[in-house]
């Protein structure tokens, strides 16, 4: 008896209560699939696999070229056959790819990315020449793009439908559906021709035929050569930053954070100012370290219109002579800029956004 009773008193507790109502279940915390660091490291793999790969394809790519640069440095020399495939074994030529592969591969782990056949020099020492140049063209309008294309973005934006909106909307469509030497040469045409235009500006170069003398005048002379180009360059990218800004904060001005924003009294400039515009510009960040990323590889048909010494007009040297390792130096600094930018600007995104970095 005693023991039936132990057993019911015991089972009182552990009874359900059918009035505390149903038993919810325990909530299950989401576990992060990896940490931080291993998302850095998952994509600095995939960009040196992304590296490696653009390296092989350059290298076997080239090859397939027209033209023989032992041919081409022996025309107008009278030189012989034997002559001929003597300086295409100097050249390192009459090896079999695989062997010309592996070679390549050893200088680059130095450092040495070959001597160039058509300028007779160390390629990376014509790169660093002909880099800055480059640097300072799609620099400064890139710099130009992003400033003014965000500006652009968000004022339209913040004023859709307006008058601003429309013709801002449609001026970048406009530029942007423009190919970019097309451009270059209309600007050239009114602002520069002597003939046709107003002439107000050089027709190319990066220097005047005789060069100021002095640290200002010549920063000078280059400024007002490179006005053409860079304008070019800038309101060919401004679309791109103008669209994508607006697009973004478009989908912020309808998220609910800003109706509680305003209801608490925040004027307008500050509710663009401290929440919608910071959060618009995460995927615009995205874009600007793409093109940062394209700083390097320059804009080659715009160079070559305004014949601007820059990394465009050494590839298309060195494609027209074909120059296999100038071209294989400039097109892997091209590609490792990209990859290395773009790495950046996912990491950055991620640092940003909580969503990405648990995606």
């Known amino acids: ?169 449609a001026t970048s469509l406009t530029l942007y559906s423009m190919p970019e030497f097309w451009l270059g040469i209309v600007l050239l045409m009114l602002l520069a021709g002597n003939q046709v235009g107003l002439g107000l500006f050089p027709t190319g170069g990066m220097h005047s035929v005789t060069p100021p003398e002095g640290v200002l005048a010549n920063a000078l002379d280059v400024a007002y050569h490179l006005f053409l180009p860079c304008l070019t360059l800038t309101l060919a990218y401004l679309a791109e930053f103008s669209l994508v800004m607006r697009s973004s904060l478009l989908d912020e001005m309808g998220q609910d954070y800003l109706t509680t924003a305003r209801a608490k009294g925040l004027r307008d400039l500050k509710v663009r100012r401290r929440h919608a515009v910071p959060n618009a510009l995460l995927p615009t960040t995205t874009l600007i370290f793409l093109h940062f990323g394209f700083i390097i590889s320059g804009a080659l048909t715009v160079e070559i219109v305004y014949s601007w010494p820059g990394l465009g007009t050494a590839s298309l040297e060195a494609l027209q002579f074909p120059d296999f390792n100038l071209l294989q130096g400039i097109f892997l600094l091209f590609a490792a800029s990209t990859i290395i930018f773009n790495l950046v600007g996912d990491l950055l995104l991620g640092l940003f956004d909580p969503r990405v970095r648990e995606a």
């Open 1 to 169: 008896m005693a023991t039936q009773l132990g057993q019911v008193s015991s089972g009182v507790g552990s009874a359900p209560d059918e009035t505390a109502g149903p038993t919810l279940p325990t909530p299950v915390k989401k576990r992060f699939t990896g940490g931080a660091t291993t998302v850095i490291v998952r994509r600095v793999l995939g960009a040196i696999v992304s590296l490696f790969a653009v390296l092989v394809f350059n290298f076997f790519l080239f090859r397939v070229l027209p033209g023989d640069p032992a041919r081409k440095l022996a025309r107008n020399r009278h030189l012989s056959a034997e002559q001929v495939m003597e300086l295409r074994r100097s050249m390192g030529l009459d090896q079999p790819l695989g062997q010309q592969f592996l070679t390549y591969l050893q200088g680059l782990a130095h450092g040495d990315l070959g001597q160039s056949f058509s300028k007779h020099m160390p390629v990376s020492e014509y790169i660093g020449d002909r880099i800055w140049p480059t640097v300072l063209l799609v620099g400064v309008s890139t710099i130009l793009s992003i400033v003014f294309g965000i500006w652009i973005g968000i004022k339209g934006a913040w004023q859709r439908g307006s008058a601003f909106d429309r013709v801002s909307n």
